[in-house]
T-cell receptor, first 114, second 113 residues
C-alpha cells in the first residue's frame, strides 16, 4: 500500500526567509509525487509534480521540490517566503502500478509572518 | 471555464437523513474521485471511478455509495447520515494517463447533527 507522511503539522517562517515543507513517501513501485496547496475555503490547487528525470522540479508561485530516492523524500522549498504563501500544503503520491489512486498526506500549515 | 463543480456548498443534515452530493467536470476526464477532509487526517479517498461505468472503494467507503452517471458526473450518496460523516467533501477529476494531475472542486461542507 502506498502512503505519505508529512511530519510537521505547522511550519512558521518569516517573510523573505527560505522555507521547507517536508514529505516522505512509501510505494511499492516507482513513485509519482505531487504537491498541492489549499487556501481557506477553497479546493486544492496543483503546485508541482515529479514523474521522472531531474530530481529538482519547479512549479507555480516560485515553489520547487527535491526528489530524493534514497531517502524516499519529496520536500517542498521556496528560496524566499511571502505572507501570501500562508496556506495548507499537501503532498501526494501515486504508484506507477496503481494508475488511479492518489494518496495524500495529512497536510502542513505554512504560516509566513512579517 | 468551470472545471470541477460541486453542489451544494453547505449542508446540514439530521442523523439518519439521506442526501446526494453532486459533482460534474467539463474537462473530459476519465477518472473521478471523492475525498473527505478532516482536521489532522488530510484527505482520505472514499470512492473513485477510473472510467465511465466503473467504481471502486477507497480507504473509507463505509456509509457511502457512488454513481458514475456518465463521463461528466460522479455523485456521492449518504443513505443514513451519521455525525461521524461531518466533514468537508471534495470531488476531483484527473486526466487519463499516469502523469495527469487532479483538479479539485471547491468542496461541500457537511454537518450532521
Amino acid at each position: 500500500a502506498q502512503s505519505v507522511a508529512q511530519p510537521e503539522d505547522q511550519v512558521n517562517v518569516a517573510e523573505g526567509n527560505p522555507l521547507t515543507v517536508k514529505c516522505t513517501y512509501s510505494v511499492s513501485g516507482n513513485p509519482y509525487l505531487f504537491w498541492y496547496v489549499q487556501y481557506p475555503n477553497r479546493g486544492l490547487q496543483f503546485l508541482l509534480k515529479y514523474i521522472t528525470g531531474d530530481n529538482l522540479v519547479k512549479g507555480s508561485y516560485g515553489f520547487e521540490a527535491e526528489f530524493n530516492k534514497s531517502q524516499t523524500s519529496f520536500h517542498l522549498k521556496k528560496p524566499s517566503a511571502l505572507v501570501s504563501d500562508s496556506a495548507l500544503y499537501f503532498c501526494a503520491v501515486r504508484d506507477d502500478g496503481t494508475a488511479s489512486k492518489l494518496t495524500f498526506g495529512t497536510g502542513t500549515r505554512l504560516q509566513v509572518t512579517l | 471555464n468551470a472545471g470541477v463543480t460541486q453542489t451544494p456548498k453547505f449542508q446540514v443534515l439530521k442523523t439518519g437523513q439521506s442526501m446526494t452530493l453532486q459533482c460534474a467536470q467539463d474537462m473530459n476526464h476519465n477518472s473521478m474521485y471523492w475525498y473527505r477532509q478532516d482536521p489532522g487526517m488530510g484527505l482520505r479517498l472514499i470512492y473513485y471511478s477510473a472510467s465511465e461505468g466503473t467504481t471502486d472503494k477507497g480507504e473509507v467507503p463505509n456509509g457511502y455509495n457512488v454513481s458514475r452517471l456518465n463521463k461528466r458526473e460522479f455523485s456521492l450518496r449518504l443513505e443514513s447520515a451519521a455525525p461521524s460523516q461531518t466533514s468537508v467533501y471534495f470531488c476531483a477529476s484527473r486526466n487519463q494517463g499516469v502523469v495527469g494531475m487532479a483538479f479539485f472542486g471547491q468542496g461541500t461542507r457537511l454537518t450532521v447533527v
